[in-house]
């Protein structure tokens, strides 16, 4: 397992990290989700252990705060270091009535990091991230919050979630202006059935120094193929995330051929093509069973060619959008 410095910070990650998003879904979403019980996430967060994973994420909204509780559980149950392992978590979601109960404020930032604090049972959180864009709060507000946060020594580091390109670029332009605590990371969603993000937000992470986080690599679940040949899956339940299913095809048909070449899954070599990327810091793997998790860990050992990536970026390529064609095409001189 490789690890990999997360933005422009001093901070070491793996190159997989451990989503805990399907631990304790009772019903609704999270059921949908997963509905892990301890013993189940204690035996995955062993696996991810014996790879070599360190980098663990969760959020407060996941199964309503039973996610972070049985993280922070398990890494107890099996008498894990705290020093050895990095612990992610995310504030922005609704969790309870009311206006003041959501969003980035200055209030809901503070009250839910201590509570997610208590629930994960640690002492300090290493990244807390915003889990998306809050229009009704000044970024101001929100950087000052974190910033309050940082110094108290309640949070390592600070990440972002789900924001767009010129969000981020405002966000990180207070925060050093300011002298706050900078914004090392930004969580998104990145597949090969799913490139949006190469449009502004890749430019961006390059330009400024920013790490990427990249959930749902396999778009939940629609890159191993089982869809296309009946198989269940959350998909069929919840359509999330939303693909294109007509373009999706002609890849599902390259992954197969790529995977047969080196005996192994398309699952795994979507997410060996996501580690190919230079702007990828870490990949975030949820799994329902330890085989599953184990199955996935095993796309770090295989080496795309170049033949491979040139297959896989061509039949996956986005459509042309304005005003990248016109740039791509223009006469003004690279660096």
Not at 141 to 168: C, H, K
Not at 171 to 178: E, H, M, N, T, V
Not at 296 to 310: M, R, S
Not at 322 to 334: F, M, T
Request: proline share 4%; with cysteine; aromatic share 8%.
């Amino acid at each position: 397992m490789r690890m990999r410095k997360l933005g422009n910070s001093g901070l070491f990650v793996s190159e997989l990290c451990f989503g805990a998003m399907t631990f304790g879904g009772t019903d609704g979403i999270w059921g949908q989700v997963g509905k892990l019980g301890q013993n189940e996430a204690d035996a995955l967060v062993q696996t991810a252990l014996n790879a070599g994973i360190n980098f663990f994420d969760t959020a407060n909204v996941y199964a309503d705060g039973r996610s972070e509780t049985m993280l922070g559980k398990s890494l107890q149950n099996l008498s894990v270091p705290r020093d050895e392992v990095v612990i992610a978590t995310k504030v922005a979601a609704a969790m309870g009535k009311g206006p003041n109960m959501q969003g980035t404020s200055r209030r809901h930032i503070l009250s839910e990091c201590r509570a997610s604090l208590r629930r994960l049972n640690l002492d300090y959180i290493d990244l807390y991230q915003l889990h998306a864009f809050d229009p009704a709060t000044p970024i101001e507000e929100t950087l000052e919050a974190l910033d309050t946060l940082v110094r108290a020594g309640d949070v390592r580091y600070i990440g972002f979630s789900n924001w767009a390109a010129w969000q981020m670029m405002k966000a990180l332009g207070i925060s050093k202006a300011r002298g706050l605590a900078p914004i090392i990371s930004l969580q998104a969603y990145y597949t090969l059935v799913g490139r949006d993000v190469e449009r502004e937000i890749v430019p961006m992470l390059k330009s400024e120094q920013v790490g990427m986080m990249v959930w749902s690599p396999l778009a939940g679940g629609y890159l191993t193929g089982k869809y296309s040949n009946g198989g269940d899956g959350r998909l069929k339940e919840l359509n999330f995330p939303p693909i294109n299913r007509q373009r999706g095809e002609p890849l599902l048909k390259i992954l197969q051929a790529i995977a047969d070449k080196y005996a192994a899954t398309p699952g795994q070599i979507a997410i060996a093509w996501l580690l190919h990327q230079p702007v990828v810091t870490t990949v975030i793997l949820g799994a329902k069973n330890v085989g599953q998790l184990n199955e996935n860990i095993q796309a770090t050992l295989i080496k795309l060619d170049e033949v491979d990536l040139f297959k896989l970026n061509t039949v996956s390529k986005l459509p042309g959008e304005y005003p990248g064609w016109l740039l791509n095409g223009s006469a003004v001189r690279q660096a």
